[in-house]
Nanobody
Framework: QVQLVESGGGLVQAGGSLRLFCAVSGRTNNDYSMGWFRQAPGKEREFVGA????????NYIASVKGRFTISKDNAKNTVYLQMDNLKPEDTAAYFC?????????????????????WGQGTQVTVSS
């Protein structure tokens, strides 16, 4: 069993920055994908980006590339989502998730149904 706890959300003005945290606990293999998703009111949940815990490679959706960065701290068992130059359209509830056996050759999961464990979510609101 894996437990994920997010923190770090809040209210920020457009152009500002926030850093989200996802604390990971429980037993897993090492080659799993940690993903970040978001869901705005009235919209479907959207993949934002992911990192492979073992390899460290990342990937992002086009709309956040160059603005968002996913990183990890193995010693703290924590994954981070650094969000810079935030825009009002980034407003959403953000979730971290763990895909224990990712299907892609890059070791990343891209679909929410691939993910086995989810955090409770943290709200990010960007004002214009």
């Amino acid at each position: 069993q894996v437990q994920l706890v997010e923190s770090g959300g809040g209210l920020v003005q457009a152009g500002g920055s926030l850093r989200l945290f996802c604390a990971v606990s429980g037993r897993t293999n090492n080659d799993y994908s940690m993903g970040w998703f978001r869901q705005a009111p009235g919209k479907e949940r959207e993949f934002v980006g992911a990192i492979n815990w073992n390899r460290g490679n990342t990937n992002y959706i086009a709309s956040v590339k160059g603005r968002f960065t996913i990183s990890k701290d193995n010693a703290k068992n924590t994954v981070y989502l650094q969000m810079d130059n935030l825009k009002p359209e980034d407003t959403a509830a953000y979730f971290c998730a763990a895909d224990i056996y990712p299907l892609g050759k890059d070791g990343l999961g891209y679909k929410d149904y691939e993910y086995d464990y989810w955090g409770q979510g943290t709200q990010v609101t960007v004002s214009s």
